[in-house]
């Protein structure tokens, strides 16, 4: 639980990080908002990298966290996408989900 906690944090940073400045820095010079961006990334990888760590410690294998890893970063941006960015959830995205889900189904079958 531990590992999913830290990368479900890790990804709401990153995503901000990646994302913020499409509605919140739109008009700021790019070098600045590369610079925020980064500083942003770097509690990312403060909480992504313990979780990996943990979660590897735990027995889940370096597939089954990064397949994790990208679950949580569509249900993060998605989360994003419309209460930060204000864009509409189509059910083409709730269909592409449902797909990856399954993916992530796949790898945890019999562990």
Same mark, same amino acid.
């Given at each position: 639980?531990?590992? =999913?906690v =830290? ?5 709401? %940073?990153?995503t ?6 499409? !509605?919140?820095g ?6 600045? &908002?590369?610079?925020?961006?980064? #500083?942003i990334?770097f &509690?990312e990888?403060?909480l ?16 089954q966290? !990064?397949? #994790?890893q990208?679950?949580?970063a ?19 995205? =709730?269909? #592409? ?9 796949? =790898? %945890?079958?019999? !562990?």
């Amino acid at each position: 639980m531990q590992t =999913l906690v =830290l990368l479900t944090l890790s990804n709401i %940073f990153m995503t901000t990080a990646w994302y913020w400045h499409l !509605k919140g820095g739109a008009n700021k010079p790019l070098m600045l &908002v590369i610079m925020i961006s980064w #500083a942003i990334a770097f &509690v990312e990888y403060c909480l992504a990298v313990p979780a990996n760590r943990i979660g590897y410690q735990a027995g889940w294998s370096a597939g089954q966290l !990064k397949v #994790a890893q990208e679950a949580i970063a569509l249900v993060v941006f998605g989360v994003f996408m419309v209460l930060v960015l204000g864009e509409p959830l189509h059910w083409r995205h =709730l269909a #592409a989900f449902v797909c990856i889900m399954a993916g992530v189904a796949f =790898l %945890f079958v019999g !562990k």
